[in-house]
């Protein structure tokens, strides 16, 4: 049942609107009737609320449903982001600005045909569980939704909001868990596209589910949670997958949660979670932030809690409990960095590296990553960079679904660099640039001189990633072919460029070298 409008909150009142003209732009989903805009030749419904404020009492509780409205509630403006210190200049909002009620999303559809049964794209952004929001440009939907796909990003609590953990929290819960209420929000905006996105003419039946950087890790995680079963058909991962480099055991969840809980309390002065419910969001946030330059900021991600993550996700997929659904991912050929200019400087790094890490494989991992001169050693050493970042991890978790997943798997390697990035510089093909290409937008940057080369590789990418959700295989007409990633095709990836070509992996024994040591 509907609330009457003498319940709504001022703001919710401010957003409704009388019934009128312009019908094409309404559609009507379970808690009420939204208008949205036109943008280009999609329409946008912005800011539509997938779950109740986690504010008060519901701070660090699993999401709950969003309360329904009377009249027609406008949605075409962003949902405040959430929560979030300034952490990446290169993300531009254009939302209110943060708050703890950040639980919306926003959908982009092509269709004005509830029947239709377009394929759904349901995209989670990245920002190191710490920052980010979906009002960036870089990741509006728009041109994806030209090409006859419904898209659908949402808002997720970040940092010490999503990812706390604390002993009152455990026994509070009915599953004895905390922590990964981020992960849960992803999970209530799956469902929410479930019940509700037919009303836009997509099909609940056909959703991909992709995301970059911490929104890969993200993708991975629902893949092994067994509460995302059935949520969707299909995954994409863009530079990150759970499966932490150095194979870094989990603490036991009652360990992890002391020690957080002790750490934030130090932060804060509350030692009880009474205590940090009725701190002034700001304030929290201040207290376990970095000081600007200091680099001292506490970190907050996932965790294994015995709920959404019963175990690891490495240990669910090494074990084919995950949700075997067909996975396309990769990375970034420069996710560590371009090559440095100083040879020398990389010789001597790769042979300190090879003594102090890998001991008496040092041989072997520098027969891996080559570094005896000058030319070889600077890429070797970016490469093993973006290795530990986030390749090995993107790496491992493809491996293991193409080992214990029935599914197609299809890996790619990012290979156009940008003219320069967000900043002017030249850096490669760098951490997050495929997000533009993705989504074609790069009128988000235009102080980049993009060029004809990079509008044909988004394209490209674009019908690659749409052919995916469409029928789980990234081919089609006219389109350089992509086989599936496995044994039997000889472990061929897709280099995205111009031109575009599939070939065997050239590195596939660095990462089965680094799974053995890391593994130890």
């Known amino acids: 049942m509907k609330p009457p409008l003498a319940f709504l909150s001022a703001s919710l009142l401010a957003s409704l609107s009388l019934p009128g003209a312009e019908t094409d732009l309404r559609v009507t989903i379970q808690a009420g009737v939204l208008e949205g805009k036109e943008q280009g030749s999609v ?9 109740a404020a986690p504010v008060g009492e519901l701070r660090w509780k699993p999401p709950l449903p969003a309360a329904g409205w009377d009249g027609v509630r ?28 950040c639980l919306s999303l926003n959908v982009w559809t092509p269709s004005k045909n509830a029947k239709a049964k377009l394929p759904v794209m349901v995209w989670i952004f990245g920002g190191g569980f710490l920052a980010g929001g979906t009002s960036e440009q870089r990741q509006d939907g728009v041109h994806l939704a030209e090409r006859g796909v419904v898209v659908v990003t949402m808002n997720y609590r970040l940092g010490v909001f999503g990812f706390f953990a604390h002993p009152e929290l455990i026994r509070e819960s009915s599953h004895h868990a905390a922590g ?3 992960l849960m929000d992803q999970l209530a905006a799956l469902q929410w596209v479930h019940d509700n996105i037919a009303s836009f003419g997509g099909d609940p039946a056909n959703v991909t589910l992709f995301g970059e950087s911490a929104g890969s890790f993200s993708v991975s995680a629902q893949m092994a949670s067994p509460l995302a079963k059935g949520l969707f058909q299909k995954a994409i991962g863009e530079s ?31 030692r009880t979670l009474a205590e940090l419910r009725a701190m002034p969001a700001q304030a929290l946030l201040d207290a376990v932030s970095s000081p600007s330059g200091s680099g001292n900021g506490l970190r907050f991600s996932l965790d294994v809690d015995g709920y959404f993550l019963p175990e690891a996700v490495s240990a669910l997929f090494a074990e084919g409990k995950q949700n075997d659904v067909p996975l396309l991912a990769g990375w970034n050929r420069d996710e560590g960095g371009l090559p440095s200019a100083n040879g020398a400087d990389a010789i001597e790094r790769m ?15 520098l027969r891996l990553y080559p570094s005896a001169t000058e030319q070889e050693a600077p890429r070797s050493a970016a490469d093993f960079a973006g290795d530990r970042f986030i390749a090995f991890s993107t790496w491992a978790w493809i491996d293991s679904q193409a080992r214990t997943g029935g599914q197609p798997v299809f890996r790619y390697h990012f290979d156009r660099a940008p003219p ?8 490669g093909a760098y951490h997050s640039a495929d997000i533009l290409y993705v989504f074609g937008s790069f009128d988000a940057q235009p102080q980049v001189s993009w060029t004809p080369v990079d509008r044909e590789v988004s394209a ?11 029928t789980a295989d990234p081919n089609g007409p006219g389109l350089p072919g992509w086989p599936a990633y496995s044994d039997e095709g000889g472990w061929r990836v897709m280099h995205l460029d111009s031109p575009a070509a599939a070939r065997p992996d050239e590195f596939r024994d660095r990462y089965l070298f680094l799974a053995r040591e890391w593994g130890k």
């Open 74 to 101: 406008m949605a075409r403006e962003f949902g405040p982001r959430p929560m979030q210190p300034t952490v990446y200049k290169d993300m531009v909002f254009r939302d209110p600005g943060c708050s703890e009620d």
């Open 43 to 51: 329409r946008a419904f912005l800011g539509i609320p997938y779950a």
């Open 420 to 427: 320069t990035n967000f900043y002017g510089k030249k850096t």
């Open 351 to 365: 042979r300190k590296t090879a003594g102090d890490e890998f001991g008496k494989e040092a041989g072997e991992f």
């Open 240 to 270: 990150g997958g759970a499966f932490f480099s150095g194979g870094l055991p989990q603490e036991p969840a009652g360990a992890y949660a002391a020690k957080l809980a002790e750490s934030v309390g130090k932060r804060t002065g509350a």
């Open 460 to 470: 490209l990418m674009q019908s690659y990633w749409t052919n995916f959700a469409r």
């Open 180 to 182: 990964n209420y981020g």
